[in-house]
């Protein structure tokens, strides 16, 4: 069969599968082993195992779980609300000062997460009850909260990134700092819509609420004094010559956890568990994906199907941009059902070649991809970030909190749109910081 | 829908013995994960601090991190999936009535049991080839490669249990299908 | 048409992939019935999982370095031990010899063969200062590519980080690390001459060796037609003249790159090497001739040819 029409019947019975209910991962293992069977025989099948192992058998993975734990951690503490609260306080006189408050905690948070759903947890406990009394529309305060959540995989550290820099053998390093400043500018956006949205609402109320004295906005200070400590410290191990990016995740998960049970008194052992189990699930569901995605993209290759995509590709003669603007259809697409993770590996290998043969920088385009992930996990039908701002408050529906994410998914695409007017917006740092790229 | 992160969801046991010591064993997997995670983090940070204050050498502590974090990630696979963390799409069974929802969940069951077995078979086979031959890693360390590739089969194995656990929970009517409610 | 499959970790213009694809194409154009189909760029298996696969007949062919499999074969890693091969020259003489042979036996123990022979050759770079003889590593962060060089460093008194190749570079640029050892062409390929001052080349004599032969799963090429296996022969010979030959450029090659790119060039004396390989002989080769039983025979073998 010819590899192309081979990889059409392959993308069919993958959306056909994933979408019975079957778990992501085991769903990849299926349809490889089905595929390798039909067209490899038995033996490719007694390599899958080895090939799962092997997949995972690579150090810079260490740094999912310990990133996650960092998140998790602290977002067990009132530390988010500290920050939250810290923010409101200066912001007071700014229109919609509370939801810009929230995203700018968002924003920080996310400096020190490195998956989302955590992100949104820690400052959407506080801020959503806070900012629907004071009267802000429950999609604004659901809505805000999901996408600012989403800033955690831009934002570095970030799992999505970490599994790039493994899949497309880029710089993890080089990929973190990309996504500083596309993270500053999305967390603008959002701010500047926000502003936008309560000022043209009209609602005086969202003015002028709570006003605070100086001593109280000094006083509040020195509790976000750990937050800054740990991303601090995180920055000097990374970039000041004591770890590599992928053993500073373990010195920030051990400085969270310590923080976390010095400062905030998080030593109940029950609460400890509650920390590591959550950290626990998601990492090892995101590590079976890695897994599974890699005996799927063994099998993709093995009947020559990356192989023939990438140079059906290369024959087709279409403007760059155009080529650019469908890769980032079918990622939204893409992201719609699946976690970024199960797409950054089943598209990476394919889209990478395309990408470079194109003349499009890979860490340029590793931001483009990020923020199209962001986008998927603010959408139905797999949306994580909606699923935990609706066990924060199950009394907003989900359709409520859809709506409300929709202007900043405009936000999102802008950015998009931005990045690919000025693609220094994510090159510029990690050159400046490291040098020129390859 | 599913995907949920950070809900309470849970495999549904009600008293039934072989559910709840099914359930007890994937907890029990669960806390050996979570505790090799935590082992994953000391020894990077030890390692860290051999080079960088005693500027030592450190020759095993990479290879002895890598193999925790793939075992911790087999070794959780059931504990996962008992909290029901492992993310799924059901576009499909949400589409369904109840009854044709049941036998998707039957078909899926089935395929989900049927992949998992055939990697424990074929895992198993791969450690038993690596302990019959001697295998080690090609490092200073030496690891005799059979003790990380034990993962393999005891982390489907204990996967597998739990499936058949989560199918028999449905059958007997202890759990819904896709624990979706109707 | 009987197909074989070929898997390799290198990128399309790295010598070991051209050496693969002379074999596929002259098997091509012998018109035998056979195809060689190429997965480069760890494409299929990553580098340190292809001989396993070779090994129990689930992969045809790969170009590797054998030392990756020592730990299913201690004796492999004589193929990347310290001062046992002098030169390039050298390296083609030990291809012929009685302890090749052995090797070639070891492998036919996992159902393997050789194809093609060939040699590379790798260098040391230090971020502040140049390292040619073992007194320059003592007290230096390093490091090495293969457990024999790792020993052997650690007896001169060098602190051994072990880490992928691919993380070199930032190692390097953060001071993590302030000494590599590995192949010249690595040491292109990662740019490691953005980050260090000084680069010890391969050159008359050298330290760093490596045996990366094309391998082919025994039994796959014994079920071939005659004409086949005629054909797979004809076309190695062919390629491994031409490996020996691109082996030695490639070292000038890497010192050329990193003299263009301001690196102080240093050279290894007859004397240098001379007290690297007395060390090896007190830490690395002890070391192998204690773990492997066979180990003194087989070192012995590999020390007599000239
Ligand atoms: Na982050
Ligand atoms: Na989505």
């Not at chain 1, 800054?228 to 995740?249: D, H, K, N, Q």
């Not at chain 1, 994410?405 to 749109?417: N, W």
């Amino acid at each position: 069969m010819d590899p192309l029409v081979l990889g059409g019947l392959v993308g069919l019975v993958t959306i056909m599968v994933l979408f019975s209910g079957v778990s992501v991962a085991m769903g990849l293992l299926i349809v490889s082993a089905g595929f390798l069977i039909i067209f490899d025989g038995m033996r490719s099948l007694e390599l899958m195992p080895e090939i799962l192992f092997g997949k995972l058998d690579n150090f810079a993975l260490l740094s999912i779980p310990m990133f996650i734990i960092m998140g998790s951690s602290i977002a067990s503490t009132r530390a988010g609300a500290d920050l939250y609260e810290a923010l409101e306080r200066w912001l007071t006189r700014v229109p919609g000062g509370l939801v810009i408050s929230n995203l700018g905690a968002c924003a920080l948070f996310a400096a020190m997460s490195g998956s989302s759903p955590a992100t949104c947890a820690a400052i959407g406990k506080m801020g959503i009850p806070e900012m629907r009394k004071r009267g802000y529309p429950d999609g604004v305060a659901a809505g805000s909260i999901a996408a600012g959540g989403t800033l955690g995989i831009l934002i570095p550290p970030s799992v999505t990134m970490i599994v790039y820099g493994i899949a497309t053998e880029t710089s993890i390093g080089r990929l973190f700092l990309a996504g500083v400043i596309p993270g500053l500018l999305l967390v603008g956006l959002f701010m500047a819509w926000s502003m936008y949205a309560t000022w043209r609402s009209g609602n005086t109320e969202l003015l002028s609420s709570g006003s605070y004295s100086w001593a109280e906005r000094f006083e509040i200070l020195p509790r976000v004094l750990p937050f800054l400590a740990i991303i601090v410290g995180v920055l000097y191990a990374m970039y000041g010559g004591i770890a590599t990016p992928s053993e500073t995740a373990a010195v920030g998960a051990l400085l969270c956890l310590v923080i976390a049970m010095v400062i905030y008194k998080l030593w109940n052992p029950r609460d400890l568990w509650v920390v590591l189990r959550d950290s626990t699930k998601e990492s090892v569901m995101i590590l079976f994906i890695i897994a599974a995605a890699g005996v799927f993209s063994y099998m993709l290759s093995s009947l020559y199907i990356t192989q023939s995509i990438a140079e059906w590709i290369g024959t087709l003669d279409v403007n760059r941009w155009v080529l650019m603007g469908a890769v980032n259809v079918f990622l939204i697409i893409a992201g719609f059902f699946l976690p970024p993770v199960a797409v950054i590996l089943m598209a990476a290998p394919i889209l990478l070649p395309i990408i470079l043969t194109a003349g499009f920088d890979p860490i340029w385009f590793a931001v483009v991809l990020t923020i199209n992930m962001e986008i998927g996990l603010i959408s139905p039908p797999v949306g994580l970030n909606l699923y935990v701002i609706n066990g924060i408050a199950p009394d907003i529906s989900l359709r409520t909190i859809l709506i409300g994410s929709l202007p900043f998914v405009g936000c999102m695409l802008l950015a998009i749109v931005l990045l690919c007017m000025f693609p220094g917006l994510a090159t510029w740092l990690p050159d400046a910081v490291m040098g020129a790229a390859l | 829908m599913s995907g949920q992160l950070s809900t309470g969801a849970l495999a549904r046991t009600g008293d039934n013995l072989f559910l709840r010591g099914v359930a007890a064993l994937s907890t029990l997997a669960g806390w050996c994960s979570a505790g090799m995670i935590v082992a994953a983090v000391a020894i990077t940070c030890q390692m860290i601090f051999v080079r960088f204050v005693l500027n030592g050498s450190t020759v095993w502590q990479t290879e002895a991190v890598i193999y925790l974090v793939i075992a911790a990630t087999l070794i959780g696979l059931p504990y996962v999936q008992r909290l029901r963390g492992h993310v799924n799409v059901d576009l499909i069974p949400l589409a369904l009535g109840a009854k044709a929802r049941f036998y998707m969940f039957l078909l899926t069951s089935a395929l989900s049991i049927g992949i998992i077995a055939l990697m424990l078979w074929y895992g198993y086979e791969y450690w038993h080839f690596a302990w019959d031959r001697g295998w080690r890693s090609d490092t200073i360390w030496g690891v005799r490669l059979w003790i990380p590739y034990l993962s393999l089969p005891v982390g489907f194995a204990l996967l597998l249990l739990q499936l058949i656990a989560d199918l028999v929970a449905v059958l007997l009517g202890y759990d819904n299908p896709f624990g979706l409610e109707d | 048409a009987t197909e074989l499959r070929l898997s390799h970790q290198w990128s399309n213009n790295d010598i070991r992939h051209k050496v693969a694809q002379i074999v596929a194409d002259g098997v091509a154009e012998a018109d035998v019935d056979l195809e060689i189909k190429i997965f480069g760029s760890k494409s299929l298996f990553k580098p340190r999982e292809q001989y396993k696969p070779l090994s129990r007949g689930q992969l045809d062919m790969t170009v590797l370095p054998l030392s990756y499999a020592g730990g299913q074969q201690p004796a492999f890693n004589l193929t990347l031990m310290p001062g046992l091969v002098k030169n390039h020259d050298h390296a083609a003489r030990l291809n012929e010899s009685p302890f090749m042979e052995a090797l070639e036996a070891k492998m036919a123990e996992d159902d393997v063969m050789v194809l093609v022979h060939g040699y590379l050759a790798g260098g040391f770079a230090g971020k502040d200062k140049c390292i040619t003889k073992p007194a320059d590593v003592e007290g230096l962060q390093t490091r090495a590519a293969g457990k024999s060089f790792e020993q052997m460093l650690a007896g001169a008194g060098a602190s051994i980080a072990s880490m992928a190749s691919s993380e070199i570079y930032n190692a390097m640029q953060t001071g993590v690390l302030s000494a590599a050892n590995t192949s010249s062409s690595s040491f292109v390929s990662y740019r490691i001459y953005e980050q260090v001052s000084c680069y010890t080349p391969a050159g008359d004599v050298a330290l760093w060796f490596m045996y990366q032969p094309l391998l082919m799963n025994k039994s796959t090429f014994e079920g071939l037609t005659e004409d086949q296996q005629a054909a797979l022969l004809a076309a190695s010979e062919k390629a491994q003249a031409y490996y020996l030959e691109e082996a030695k450029k490639e070292d000038a090659a890497s010192a050329k790159v990193f003299a263009d790119a301001g690196v102080e060039i240093a050279e290894m004396s007859q004397a240098d090497f001379e007290a690297w390989r007395a060390l090896a002989q007190e830490t690395s080769y002890a070391k192998f001739v204690e773990e492997v039983p066979d180990g003194q025979e087989l070192l012995d073998m590999a020390l007599s040819v000239e």
